[in-house]
């Protein structure tokens, strides 16, 4: 699946363009590069080393625009491939010192945006026969947001809500400092025009009873046991969305799935994905 200019517009990309020079900032100057005369060129292999899916592609073009380097990048694979162990992603020719310098922020990129879109199709794969779409979540790195949504979506799963703007979400935390859920959803249906989706936490039965007289768009059952989801989603009309969240894994989704709600949402997608692991290797120099 390749929608990366469809997820960043033009409007977006000064997120992305800002991300890559804070990651060329952290990196410095290359002192070491010195070894090389400046006109020192060099092939390289992007290889993968563990199976996965492929993430994040774009950004190595975006990388070698935005710092001019001296590189051309052959792709070997499309973004959403699925790669195995030693299988060659892309060739990357040019100047030594600006291979040597970028080899860090490709591969951070690409190893932690292909991670999440792994472990999100491991996900998809236990949702999909049920008919139940997979979610994502806020818990995401600072400034990562964007991109970790858009491996998300490379994986095959959809985004929750970007930002606080997008979907109204009544947490416990709001409900612990304003226990009055239908005022709250009266106010801001009220004061807001329009009004975005508003979605519900509810962690017991008599919580559910309250959100579907409030006439809410989404109930979210969170951290309910598998008793628990059952009966409450036998009480809550076609009408009204519903969203299992909370201690969900790979040994537990399926069986929450089988439950049929709308939706499932896992956190560790992008909290606790683990890295894809991908080296750079140069192959050989071309010496002038």
């Known amino acids: ?26 990196d410095g100057e290359d002192p070491s590069s010195l070894i090389f005369p400046s006109d020192h060129t060099s092939s390289a292999k992007l290889i993968a080393k563990a199976h996965g899916l492929i993430a994040g592609l774009p950004l190595l073009n975006l990388i070698q625009e935005k710092f001019k380097l001296s590189l051309k990048i052959t792709l070997l694979v499309h973004e959403g491939a699925r790669v195995k162990p030693r299988q060659v992603i892309a060739k990357i020719q040019g100047k030594t010192r600006d291979l040597l310098r970028a080899e860090r922020i490709f591969l951070n990129f690409l190893s932690h945006l292909s991670g999440i879109a792994t472990l999100t199709s491991k996900y998809v794969e236990k949702t999909k026969p049920y008919g139940v779409t997979l979610l994502d979540t806020r818990k995401t790195l600072p400034g990562m947001r964007y991109l970790e949504k858009y491996a998300v979506q490379v994986g095959g799963g959809k985004n929750h809500r970007l930002n606080l703007s997008e979907m109204i979400m009544l947490k416990d935390n709001h409900l612990a400092a304003f226990p009055h859920l239908q005022e709250a959803v009266k106010t801001l ?100």
């Open 1 to 26: 699946m390749d929608n990366f200019s469809t997820y960043f517009p033009p409007q977006k990309k000064p997120l992305l363009l800002n991300l890559i020079d804070l990651a060329w900032q952290e």
């Open 189 to 288: 249906r009220t004061q807001l025009n329009p009004c975005p989706p508003i979605e519900v936490e509810c962690g017991t039965l008599e919580e559910v009873k309250a959100a579907i007289k409030t006439q809410v768009d989404r109930i979210m059952l969170d951290n309910m046991s598998l008793k628990q989801a059952k009966e409450c989603l036998a009480l809550i009309p076609s009408h009204i969305e519903t969203e299992i969240s909370g201690n969900i894994d790979l040994n537990n989704i399926e069986a929450y799935a089988r439950l049929k709600p709308t939706y499932i949402s896992v956190g560790k997608l992008t909290h606790s994905a683990p890295a894809l692991d991908l080296s750079l290797k140069i192959e050989g120099k071309n010496e002038k």
